[in-house]
């Protein structure tokens, strides 16, 4: 009994080996595919840091001039737009500015901040699938190493096979040969 249950747990491991390490890589280049969109898409808005570094907080400097194309540099961008906004709303959110009574229509302010908010938003959005792809690629990673630490201890916990000899002179013959 105890031979075949050890049989069936080394089938079973081995096979929950083979199945982790196949789904590794699958979710590592899902992580890849999700750089390469999350870069591609950041890329096609062809978003840019001003020039002139005088323009720029202190913290921000170091982008000036530079394209908004990884996950890095849109959080970045997204503090500047954070300065930008604060600057024309006097540093209220938009949700302060619209409890203040108006005639009907946005204030330039109001507008600024709802723009300059959609868009900070969706720039940390970027920001934060990059992290998660490195995430992916990761336990892809892991998946695959335990994968194959699983597989590979499932193969060897496989019980060694025992020969009956159907005669006793077989079992002779079988003892002189392992001598």
Do not use: C
Not at 24 to 36: E, F, K, N, S, T
Not at 78 to 100: C, D, H, N, P
Not at 160 to 178: F, G, N, Q, T
Request: proline share 4%; charged share 15%.
């Amino acid at each position: 009994m105890m031979r075949k249950s050890r049989g069936v747990a080394s089938v079973l491991m081995a096979v929950l080996g083979v199945v982790l390490a196949g789904a590794g890589p699958v979710l590592a280049l899902q992580g890849v595919q999700v750089q390469r969109e999350v870069r591609h898409e950041l890329a096609a808005q062809q978003i840019a840091f001003p020039a002139d570094q005088a323009q720029l907080p202190d913290a921000l400097k170091r982008y000036a001039g530079e394209k908004v194309t990884t996950g890095g540099e849109a959080a970045a961008y997204a503090r500047f737009i954070s300065a930008q906004v604060a600057q024309v709303t006097g540093g209220k959110t938009y949700t302060e500015l619209s409890a203040q009574p108006t005639t009907g229509k946005l204030t330039q302010a109001q507008q600024s901040a709802l723009m300059g908010e959609a868009l900070r938003g969706t720039l940390l959005s970027a920001n934060q699938a990059e992290k998660l792809s490195w995430l992916l690629i990761g336990l892809g990673a892991l998946l695959t190493a335990i994968g194959a630490v699983f597989a590979l201890t499932g193969f060897s916990m496989r019980p060694p096979r025992i020969v009956v000899p159907d005669s006793p002179e077989a079992l002779e013959s079988l003892h002189l040969r392992l001598r």
